[in-house]
């Protein structure tokens, strides 16, 4: 169920972050003292309405998948707020969370270890059913084989084992059992990375169809960003534990505003046979992603940046809604104001990115 883009009376948020943070301690010596920690999420603020599909990307590392685990509560947050149809969730116990379960669940990236290899078909897709006392009118055994049937498998498989199934049967099984309860909230997180080419496209028509079968709200983590431009409505940019843009998919792909999304969108191939022959410019950006432990100072990107100026080094840039529907992370953004003039660029960013003219080979 797809929402507008851009709505006069946008509906109150299914799902509402706010300065989500999630650091996992460094331990060394005899007594283990904490001597760091890793800042894989590092101060997310984000909502995601009814109906929608939020998309979120970046490199590895960045932590996409751990914003996944902490939203659907599979880890505790260090600190900040999730809410979920306006109730606090962010430190409810297990016992509190097991009805939330219902109307929150999650798809895992891998087809191959999600699923118990001793369990059948039939046990995975129906143990939702038997951890929340549900009773589906017909029998469980029913429900299972017409779940089956909705992601496009044989429901004469139910006493199957999954070592029977190929990567793309296995995905949908993972599918099966995340909407068995009818939730409200799907985390997909790469649900399409582990497959063939050939069986992502059948994985992503088969979610959108669901969503518009059933209403689901999606948000879906991925690095492939034409899978993310084809299902998102909105999509969210990370980098290095922070969102440096989220904009609606139409503005994003047009007119980027952070540096790091414009140097994503440039190694997005265009398949558009009106461009062959035509040069494309690339950027390739030097260097390595900083590592979570210890993070620059100021603006993250500011070590890759070939825009970085003195405030990028010291200051980290509020994310702020320079367009509408476009919030964006950056003293020096594209397509936008200035919102620090007058900096001088710092020496040596300038060759911190190349830009590479490709041509479009037929």
Known sequence: MKVPEQSTSSPEPLLRVSGLTKHFPIRKGLLQRQTGAVRAVDGLDFDVRPGETLGVVGESGCGKSTMGRLITRLLEPTGGKIEFEGQDITHLNVAKMRPLRRDVQMIFQDPYSSLNPRHTIGTIVSAPFHLQGVKPTGGVKAEVQRLL????????????????????????????????????????????????????????????????????????????????????????????????????????????????????????????????????????????????????????????CWKATDICTTQDPPLLELRTGQQVACHHPENAPDQAPGETVLAGAEGAATVVDVAKDA
Request: charged share 25%; proline share 8%; glycine share 6%.
């Open 149 to 304: 049937e909705v992601v496009g498998l044989n429901p004469e498989h139910y006493n199957r084992y999954p070592h029977e199934f190929s990567g793309g049967q296995r995905q949908r099984i993972g599918i099966a059992r995340a909407l068995a309860l009818k939730p409200k909230l799907v985390v997909a997180d790469e649900p399409v990375s582990a497959l063939d080419v050939s069986i992502q496209a059948q994985v992503v028509n088969l979610m959108e169809d669901l969503q518009d079968e059933l209403g689901l709200t999606y948000v879906i983590i991925a690095h492939d960003l034409s899978v993310i431009r084809h299902v998102s409505d909105r999509i969210a940019v990370m980098y290095l534990g922070k969102i440096v843009e989220l904009a609606d998919r139409t503005s994003l792909y047009k007119a980027p505003m952070h540096p790091y999304t414009k140097a994503l969108m440039s190694a997005v191939p265009v398949p558009d046979p009106k461009r062959r022959g035509m040069k494309s410019e690339r950027i390739l950006l030097k260097g390595d992603v900083p590592s979570p432990i210890a993070p620059p100072s100021g603006c993250r990107f500011h070590t890759r």
